[in-house]
Nanobody, 128 residues
Framework: QVQVVESGGGSVEAGGSLRVSCVVSGLTVRFYCLGWFRQAPGMKHEGLAFIDWYGGTTIANSVKGRFTISQDNAKKIVYLQMNNLKPEDTAMYYC??????????????????????WGQGTQVTVSS
């Protein structure tokens, strides 16, 4: 059973930085994607940053240049580093896992489609 647990959210002033973490356990497949999404009140999930089993990353245009994703492969921890935060970044941030049966294909998902395992989320609040 795959379990996903996020941590590290909190409150920060605009222009500040925050790093959220995600621990994945029970993942036994060789090919997978790890993704960070967010959901603001009344909005759909928004895909932000993705990393595959090989370390390849994809960053959504909406946060490119401010957000980066990285992982500790051995520990199955994935990080989302968020810099120059803006009030519009306020949302619940979720980590999710997509397993793959074969090598190849993009990890990107605009709204979370294809991602089966999700954490409970961690709140990020940015004040102006």
């Amino acid at each position: 059973q795959v379990q996903v647990v996020e941590s590290g959210g909190g409150s920060v002033e605009a222009g500040g930085s925050l790093r959220v973490s995600c621990v994945v356990s029970g993942l036994t497949v060789r090919f997978y994607c790890l993704g960070w999404f967010r959901q603001a009140p009344g909005m759909k999930h928004e895909g932000l940053a993705f990393i595959d089993w090989y370390g390849g990353t994809t960053i959504a245009n909406s946060v490119k240049g401010r957000f980066t994703i990285s992982q500790d492969n051995a520990k199955k921890i994935v990080y989302l580093q968020m810099n120059n935060l803006k009030p519009e970044d306020t949302a619940m941030y979720y980590c999710a896992v997509q397993t793959k049966a074969f090598y190849g294909g993009s990890c990107y998902s605009s709204g979370g489609g294809g991602y089966k395992y999700w954490g409970q989320g961690t709140q990020v609040t940015v004040s102006s």
